[in-house]
């Protein structure tokens, strides 16, 4: 099977890695130093109910533990809702994140899916969605957003999220936001919906340590929402030790990290901004990313064939080809934000690759 995702330095010889968007000043000390205590506790199974890693999500987010639960990775709680809800209907923005199509594909769900525009710059339009939904005069059963999307890195505001909210309440659909990639935005407060879950209830929202901590091997993901009764039908369908005590640990360890996050944010400010002219400088299309990762295109002539990424893997840079995402080919492409010495090492080899 075709490896999906980027992060695949297993099957090829890799020296830089632009494809997986993980921080790149990798797992905070704190983590490191969690994970090496919680060694001697692997002799036991861990906390099913990840109790004090859920009290310490309550505090850090001021909502109640009981509208919390943990899982493997966003990816483990995307199945686990699918699972539990097996809905007859979905919307899906197109290009996106894929393991939402690939749950839903596994339950039998029909697929709706609403494509993005290149000449909108990839853009989610809320009343574009509203009206996309009532022209086919069905009522889905769930909404899969990704704020800000991945692999385009564009960002809806809190404004236009919380329209598509009330038009999902009020049409009965399940609404899940995917927030996983919203703490890399410059104000992350002006587009995240964890204020309006007690407004919604039929809202979910995603979150995880993966990339943001620099914790991807680790597994660790959450999901909120104020519907109760949802988070019970996931219990049931979950496995009962999906996230380890190692990975309980290095979470609470996180939440802690402040001066870290501070560290990221002027990194990412920094490198998204020396990546986005370096890749116009090289001719290419570029999308107005919001994220730590930035989408482009290779618009010379012939490049539908993935000419730019085979070139890159020869020497050993791996970027994310986005042929697999919907609605694109080869010619697309998504690489992460590093650090300024990192983000100019990339450029370099990419002008290389275009002579």
């Given at each position: 099977m075709e490896y999906q995702h980027g992060g695949d330095i297993y099957s090829q010889e890799i020296l830089w890695d632009f494809s997986a968007n993980i921080n790149p000043l990798g797992p905070p000390e704190g983590v490191k130093e969690a994970v090496r205590r919680s060694a001697d506790s692997c002799g036991h199974y861990p906390d099913s109910q990840c109790r004090r890693l859920v009290g310490e999500l309550a505090r850090h987010h001021q909502l109640p533990k009981q509208e919390i639960?943990?899982?493997?990775?966003?990816?483990?709680?995307?199945?686990?809702?699918?699972?539990?809800?097996?809905?007859?209907?979905?919307?899906?923005?197109?290009?996106?994140?894929?393991?939402?199509?690939?749950a839903l594909h596994a339950v039998g769900t029909q697929i709706h899916p609403i494509l993005l525009r290149k000449e909108a710059g990839f853009r989610l339009d809320a009343d574009g969605v509203i009206d996309a939904v009532q022209d086919e005069m069905r009522n889905p059963s769930f909404l899969f957003l990704c704020n800000p999307n991945n692999p385009t890195g564009v960002a809806l505001r809190r404004g236009e999220m919380r329209k598509l909210a009330a038009f999902a309440q009020q049409k009965g659909i399940r609404m899940i936001v995917d927030e996983c990639f919203l703490d890399f935005l410059e104000e992350p407060k002006e587009y995240s919906m964890i204020p309006d879950l007690q407004e919604f209830p039929h809202l979910v929202i995603l979150k995880a340590f993966t990339k943001l901590y620099g914790m991807a091997g680790l597994r660790l993901g959450y999901c909120l929402t104020a519907d109760k009764d949802l988070l019970e039908r996931m219990e049931q369908v979950r496995q009962p030790w999906s996230v380890s005590s190692v990975a309980q640990e290095a979470g609470q360890a996180a939440l802690g990290e402040n001066e870290y996050l501070?560290?990221?944010g002027k990194i990412i400010r920094e490198g998204r901004a020396q990546l986005k002219d370096g890749l116009k400088d090289l001719g290419f299309w570029v999308c107005d990313s919001q994220a730590n990762y930035i989408f482009f295109q290779d618009t010379r002539a012939g490049a539908q064939d993935g000419r730019l990424g085979k070139a890159c893997r020869e020497r050993k840079?791996?970027?994310?080809?986005?042929?697999?995402?919907q609605g694109l080919d080869q010619s697309f492409y998504r690489v992460c934000v590093k650090t300024k010495e990192e983000n100019e090492h990339l450029l370099q080899m990419l002008r290389e690759c275009c002579r």
């Open positions: 639960l943990c899982g493997n990775g966003a990816a483990d709680l995307i199945f686990q809702m699918v699972f539990a809800e097996r809905p007859g209907h979905a919307w899906l923005m197109a290009p996106t994140f894929s393991e939402y199509g690939q501070e560290k990221t840079l791996l970027l994310r080809s986005c042929g697999n995402y």
